[in-house]
């Protein structure tokens, strides 16, 4: 409940306008029990808080990324699965790792360095589903950072539209930056 509760209140607030005693009394949670599992406080639950977002997000996109066979439609599905989210009224209820990533990025390297990995996952399971697709592994890993780096931003518009059109065009898009040669494979 805890690892929840303050994922909605940094998505709500943010990391900086989070405190510690809003977190325990939203969660329920007793003082002594918070510091018991988190000993250092805030910056520590922030951390577990994206790791839990990040596992969550990977469980997605797995499951996504083996709901087609052709890579183009496995991307386009995953990609509109994200804009439904936007389209609901509780899409603030989960913590954004990269508006996390922005505010502290600067001022909290553990925590910097906690996003940068969540990024670099999910971007390795973009790249793998790509090399399983016949493309050439720098390709891939290439493609994998543009289609991460296109979906943060979009889900940053997206979440100040309350809309998840801006990621309907991404997915548009998709056959567009995916049907290229490569120097190793065609897609499939």
Known sequence: MILETASRLFQ???YNGTGINQIIEESGTPKGSLYYHFPNGKEEIAIEAIKL???KILEHTKHDMLA????IDAFQQ???NIADFYDTEDCTEWLKIGLLASETAST??????????AFKEGQMLYADTLIKHGYETPLAQELAITINSLLEGATTISLTR???????VIAKQIPTLLRGKNSGGNRE
């Open 53 to 55: 977002v990040k596992e």
């Open 78 to 80: 995953h990609i509109n």
């Open 68 to 71: 087609a066979d052709d890579v």
């Open 12 to 14: 709500r607030q943010g």
């Open 108 to 117: 909290h390297e553990t925590l910097r360095l906690t996003c940068e990995t």
């Open 162 to 168: 309350k809309s998840g059109d801006t990621l309907r």
